[in-house]
């Protein structure tokens, strides 16, 4: 598997699996355990959840799918904007950590912005850090505007991670979030590469055409299209053990100036700036 380095040169997975709709059902959880330890063994070692996911089912789903092998997987988990205050954020991480059954996740995120100031959640976060619950920490969500205010923040610098909607149909962030955070070196993480509901997504013409030129799935050009800048990792959330082989072979599809140019054609890069799109 390839790897992405965090500003403090840590590498994780380039693409890692989401958790979001795990937990939500009993009769699900053995197949979703089993399909994230799949992808743990394929080397999708970065495992994005959040405490909202299920109301903490995906983080037991989590919990369950590292048990006996947590030092091989990267934690990303979120915590609610609502629990972003400085007594908030500890409170909201203890609770993450008992049902992720571990004693540190390896990057916390605000998952999306609420009324606190940014910089009650960073010192907050830089408290937790400090006190090694967490070992990174990012946010999710955000747009230039609060990127800066997160730099300019006392310990904002520490900022390792944003993750945002991005693929073919919402790639509105390479006009100016997805630059700016190649400069500071914070990490850009994909989520819904897939389009979320993939339907729409993976019957696109451009992909569709590009996939069999490769002898590929629409799914895994879509993968490698976000991947092919080097500060992106992708998320993709899969239940299915096909999908989860799928997604990790994605690694090796590697896109030519002419699929690029394809992809271009009918997903129009954007020409200005756009709002932050997001779920
Ligand atoms: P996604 O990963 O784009 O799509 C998930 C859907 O794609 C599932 O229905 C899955 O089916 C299917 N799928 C997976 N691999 C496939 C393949 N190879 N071929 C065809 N279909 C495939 O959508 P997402 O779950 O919204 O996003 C991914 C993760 O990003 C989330 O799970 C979550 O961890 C994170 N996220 C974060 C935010 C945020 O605000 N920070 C928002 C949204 C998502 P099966 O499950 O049946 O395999």
């Not at 979001?20 to 089993?34: C, F, I, L, N, P």
């Not at 940014?118 to 990174?136: C, D, M, P, W, Y």
């Not at 955000?142 to 790639?171: K, T």
């Given at each position: 598997?390839?790897?992405?380095?965090?500003?403090?040169?840590?590498?994780?997975?380039a693409i890692g699996?989401g958790?979001?709709?795990?937990?939500?059902?009993?009769?699900?959880?053995?197949?979703?355990?089993?399909?994230?330890?799949?992808?743990?063994?394929?080397?999708?070692?970065?495992?994005?959840?959040?405490?909202?996911?299920?109301?903490?089912?995906?983080?037991?789903?989590?919990?369950?799918?590292?048990?006996?092998?947590?030092?091989?997987?990267?934690?990303?988990?979120?915590?609610?904007?609502?629990?972003?205050?400085?007594?908030?954020?500890?409170?909201?991480?203890?609770?993450?950590?008992?049902?992720?059954?571990?004693?540190?996740?390896?990057?916390?995120?605000?998952?999306?912005?609420?009324?606190?100031?940014?910089?009650?959640?960073?010192?907050?976060?830089?408290?937790?850090?400090?006190?090694?619950?967490?070992?990174?920490?990012?946010?999710?969500?955000?747009?230039?505007?609060?990127?800066?205010?997160?730099?300019?923040?006392?310990?904002?610098?520490?900022?390792?991670?944003?993750?945002?909607l991005y693929h073919p149909n919402s790639r509105?962030?390479e006009?100016?979030?997805?630059?700016?955070?190649?400069?500071?070196?914070?990490?850009?993480?994909a989520y819904s590469p897939l389009g979320h509901t993939t339907s729409r997504l993976l019957r696109s013409p451009a992909l569709v055409a590009v996939a069999k030129r490769h002898?590929v799935t629409p799914a895994q050009v879509a993968l490698a299209w976000g991947l092919r800048f080097?500060?992106v990792i992708s998320i993709p959330k899969a239940?299915?053990?096909?999908h989860?082989?799928e997604n990790a072979a994605a690694i090796d599809v590697v896109l030519?100036?002419?699929d690029l140019?394809e992809i271009d054609?009918t997903h129009?890069?954007?020409?200005?700036?756009?709002?932050?799109?997001?779920?």
């Amino acid at each position: 598997m390839r790897t992405v380095k965090l500003p403090s040169g840590e590498p994780v997975s380039a693409i890692g699996q989401g958790t979001w709709y795990m937990g939500d059902g009993k009769s699900e959880a053995a197949r979703e355990v089993a399909a994230l330890q799949l992808g743990i063994d394929l080397g999708m070692t970065l495992i994005d959840t959040a405490e909202m996911y299920a109301d903490g089912g995906a983080e037991r789903i989590v919990a369950q799918a590292v048990a006996g092998r947590r030092d091989q997987v990267f934690i990303v988990s979120k915590v609610y904007p609502y629990n972003a205050s400085r007594s908030g954020v500890p409170a909201a991480c203890e609770r993450s950590l008992k049902r992720l059954n571990t004693d540190r996740i390896d990057l916390y995120l605000l998952h999306w912005r609420g009324s606190f100031p940014l910089s009650e959640t960073v010192a907050a976060f830089e408290a937790l850090r400090q006190a090694g619950k967490i070992r990174h920490w990012g946010v999710s969500n955000l747009d230039v505007a609060d990127m800066e205010a997160i730099a300019g923040a006392p310990g904002g610098e520490n900022c390792a991670a944003n993750q945002v909607l991005y693929h073919p149909n919402s790639r509105g962030i390479e006009y100016d979030l997805l630059p700016w955070c190649d400069k500071r070196g914070v990490a850009i993480m994909a989520y819904s590469p897939l389009g979320h509901t993939t339907s729409r997504l993976l019957r696109s013409p451009a992909l569709v055409a590009v996939a069999k030129r490769h002898g590929v799935t629409p799914a895994q050009v879509a993968l490698a299209w976000g991947l092919r800048f080097p500060h992106v990792i992708s998320i993709p959330k899969a239940s299915d053990a096909g999908h989860v082989r799928e997604n990790a072979a994605a690694i090796d599809v590697v896109l030519t100036a002419e699929d690029l140019a394809e992809i271009d054609a009918t997903h129009r890069p954007p020409g200005r700036k756009q709002p932050l799109d997001l779920l």
